[in-house]
Antibody
Framework: QVQLQQWGAGLLKPSETLSLTCAVY????????WSWIRQPPGKGLEWIGE???????NYNPSLKSRVTISVDTSKNQFSLKLSSVTAADTAVYYC??????????????????WGKGTTVTVSS | SSELTQDPAVSVALGQTVRITCQGD??????AGWYQQKPGQAPVLVIY???NRPSGIPDRFSGSSSGNTASLTITGAQAEDEADYYC?????????????FGGGTKLTVL
């Protein structure tokens, strides 16, 4: 059974860089998209970006200028860096495994395995 | 990029059927994924594709899609189904691939 274990600093000051890592245990790293998602307190889910096994990335346009997602296939890990954080970046950050497929005449995308979440607070 | 729209809140009587909807242009090309999130927990995938349930998800959860609208139906809602529900999909309308989430629907089981 695939599990995601994530870690990183939970308290940051404004202007610092958020850094989180997610390790994949018990399953293949290739063939999937590995995403970061965040959820501000009391709000909904926001996709930050994703990376695949080959290192190809896609980012949320609203965060793209501050986000870097990287992968270390030798360790089955992927990482998130978010620069110049402000209080608006305070959220629970999740890593997740994403898959794609096709059925009938549609495509589909899903996130079937999630990390437990890391609470990140930005405060001076 | 595209957006997904959900009703903020829905309620259902215990044992009755409820439908939660999600609208957006990306749903004309992609089936929605549906996620259940309970307080303090990570989201859990409940429906993906045309109408597929991951292992362990009760068969009272089902999905459907028509045009730009996806629906999650819970037939015979249970108290443990009270949660926030989110839809998501790929969005390929711009120059790059994105993933979009709906704003979430809070389901109350009365």
């Amino acid at each position: 059974q695939v599990q995601l274990q994530q870690w990183g600093a939970g308290l940051l000051k404004p202007s610092e860089t958020l850094s989180l890592t997610c390790a994949v245990y018990g399953g293949s790293f290739s063939g999937y998209y590995w995403s970061w998602i965040r959820q501000p307190p009391g709000k909904g889910l926001e996709w930050i970006g994703e990376i695949n096994h080959g290192g190809s990335t896609n980012y949320n346009p609203s965060l793209k200028s501050r986000v870097t997602i990287s992968v270390d296939t030798s360790k089955n890990q992927f990482s998130l860096k978010l620069s110049s954080v402000t209080a608006a970046d305070t959220a629970v950050y999740y890593c997740a495994r994403g898959g794609v497929g096709a059925q009938v005449s549609y495509y589909y995308f899903y996130m079937d395995v999630w990390g437990k979440g890391t609470t990140v607070t930005v405060s001076s | 990029s595209s957006e997904l729209t959900q009703d903020p809140a829905v309620s259902v009587a215990l044992g009755q059927t409820v439908r939660i909807t999600c609208q957006g242009d990306s749903l004309r090309s992609y089936y929605a994924g549906w996620y259940q999130q309970k307080p303090g927990q990570a989201p859990v995938l409940v429906i993906y594709g045309e109408n597929n349930r991951p292992s362990g998800i009760p068969d009272r959860f089902s999905g459907s899609s028509s045009g730009n609208t996806a629906s999650l139906t819970i037939t015979g809602a249970q108290a443990e189904d009270e949660a926030d529900y989110y839809c998501n999909s790929r969005d390929s309308s711009g120059n790059h691939l994105n993933v979009v989430f709906g704003g979430g629907t809070k389901l109350t089981v009365l």
